[in-house]
């Protein structure tokens, strides 16, 4: 079970490192999001410094999409997923591997960009403990989501506009959650930045439950 | 078997049933007009703005029983694979979603009197109502982007389970969020109602039901025709390949 | 009476919608009833029973 998990992973990593579309192209995007935004939130550094974690985490979201609809595209080119169920790896494994791929890219991203609002937003790091645990929560939480939601879209014509309109919402409270935890973690506002990363757990808990009984079903009937 | 609908119009989805609780619900909103705006007494603070609650709060009400529904149908189509689980599932959503659309409109303005704002980001009744109206949202897109009948059943049971699941959090993580909230604790259980406008209140919410009701045997119906349609189209397209291969010369293969 | 203004259009919408969805959804199930034959709107044996007949 975790060897297959692993080896779904690991499928995926590869396929990555091969064709660097999440360096080339994901990286840049995020990037630039920041800039607008620190263009859009003024110059003034104190407006800057107080939307830091939004601006970090909503950037995440949008990245989210990104890697979702790539680790999906993946999947439906060449029948690659029928092969997978074919192969007998069982979907749970599927799951969980897909869902540690799309986390282990979107955790590079984020490092990269805990660079970029240090050196664009001018943020200081008051716990990096605390802003790594973030991270990593707030990322598996991102996609245990997005894989359950990118199974079941992959069949969808107009996949690319439905999944925001799914995903979006659901990691609301990541969204929230994990903003606040960076707002301890970077010394903005006085918060206890752990007790949101609980809240962050539970979210990642059920809603990886919630995949691992119905991604199956996706994959074998949607 | 006597078919209640034919009886009384041949070709609608209504039956001597649902005609009749139709009157009901026109009545009871005639009642509920007469008693919100004329019987029910005035607030103390509030003044005469209080009588949005008799709209607001059956909303409120109906929103999340519609979504509540739509959970069940969806955990019991992904279990015994029923189309009319399906159907209930889609009625109560898209019904849903209109009650949910008019509790926050009625709240905001409700709010602009009371609160002295439209939307407040501190309430979390609020936004965690308006989470579940673009969750609700994206559920009908899914389902209106279409596919094959089972297949985009049960892509919609998934979301609309997904929502069910993280209600709770996104509840909770908006009260963290904002730790403030302008909403009454709960109208119906704090007793300080006056008699006469709970009572208001209460036929403003069995009307509501009622209405509910209605909708949902129409829109029921409406996704069982839809359901007959797309089996007609189906049956006219094998006929016709089977009429295909029968004038085949070379003698086609399908049995 | 205090807030007419306000009242009125949360009132107005709120049964102003429900109007509208009614009148729909009754026009739509007449325009889906005349494109299915009779015997295939019995809607009283609600079990699904649509896929014996092939």
């Not at chain 1, 010394?187 to 439950?209: K, M, P, R, S, Y």
């Not at chain 2, 019991?76 to 509790?103: N, Q, Y």
């Not at chain 2, 259980?189 to 509910?212: A, K, Q, S, Y």
């Not at chain 2, 007959?228 to 010369?249: C, V």
Request: charge should be neutral.
């Amino acid at each position: 079970m975790l060897a297959d998990v692993w080896l779904v992973t690991n499928k995926d990593l590869r396929i990555e490192w091969r064709s660097r579309v999440t360096f080339n192209q994901v990286v840049p995007f995020a990037l630039i999001v920041l800039v607008l935004f620190g263009f859009a939130l003024d110059t003034n550094r104190a407006v800057l410094r107080a939307a830091t974690s939004g601006v970090f985490w909503l950037t995440v979201l949008f990245v989210a999409v990104v890697a979702v609809t790539r680790s999906t595209m993946i999947e439906i080119s060449d029948g690659a997923r029928r092969a997978l169920l074919l192969g007998g790896i069982e979907p749970v494994a599927i799951y969980f591997g897909k869902t540690l791929a799309i986390a282990i890219q979107l955790f590079g991203v984020e490092l990269l960009m805990v660079g970029g609002v240090i050196f664009f937003f001018d943020a200081t790091i008051a716990s990096w403990p605390l802003l790594l645990a973030t991270c990593v929560v707030a990322t598996w939480c991102v996609a245990a989501s997005g894989t359950l939601l990118g199974a079941l879209v992959a069949n969808v014509a107009a996949r690319d506009t439905v999944l925001p309109i799914l995903l979006l919402p659901v990691l609301a409270p990541v969204l929230i959650a994990a903003s606040r935890a960076f707002d301890d973690a970077l010394g903005v506002l006085v918060v206890d930045g752990w007790v949101w990363l609980g809240l962050l757990a539970a979210f990642g808990i059920v809603n990886a439950t919630l995949g691992t009984l119905a991604y199956g079903t996706l994959l074998e009937e949607a | 078997m006597k078919n209640i609908a034919t009886s009384v119009d041949a070709a609608t989805t209504k039956s001597r049933a649902t005609q009749i609780l139709g009157f009901v619900v026109l009545f009871g909103v005639l009642a509920l007009i007469l008693l919100g705006f004329f019987a029910a007494p005035e607030d103390d603070e509030q003044r005469d703005a209080v009588r949005m609650i008799f709209v607001h709060v059956p909303s409120a009400f109906l929103t999340y029983a519609a979504f509540s529904v739509t959970a069940a149908g969806s955990l019991m189509w992904l279990w015994k694979r029923s189309r009319w689980w399906d159907i209930v599932a889609h009625s109560a959503a898209e019904i849903g979603v209109i009650f949910c659309g008019l509790t926050l409109f009625t709240g905001s303005v409700w709010g602009r009197p009371t609160w002295n704002t439209y939307w407040d980001w501190g309430d979390v009744r609020l936004v965690t109502t308006l989470i579940l109206f673009l969750m609700m949202v994206g559920y009908l897109a899914l389902r209106a982007a279409g596919g094959e009948e089972n297949a985009v059943a049960t892509r919609a049971a998934v979301v609309g389970l997904l929502a069910a699941v993280n209600i709770p959090i996104i509840n909770r993580s908006v009260e963290w969020w904002a730790n403030r909230t302008l909403h009454q604790r709960s109208s119906l259980t704090d007793g300080n109602l006056e008699d006469l406008t709970l009572f208001t209140l209460v036929v403003g919410i069995v009307v509501w039901v009622l209405f509910f009701v209605w909708a949902m045997i129409h829109r029921f119906r409406i996704g069982w025709l839809e359901h007959q349609l797309r089996d007609i189209e189906l049956q006219a397209a094998i006929a016709g390949r089977r009429a295909e291969t029968a004038n085949d010369p070379t003698g086609g293969s399908l049995p | 009476m205090t807030h007419l203004g306000y009242l009125l259009v949360g009132w107005s919408v709120s049964l102003g919608c429900g109007v509208l969805y009614a009148m729909r959804i009754a026009f739509r199930g007449r325009v889906l009833s005349r494109q299915v034959p009779a015997d295939k709107r019995r809607w009283m044996q609600s079990s699904d029973h649509s896929n014996n007949d092939y």
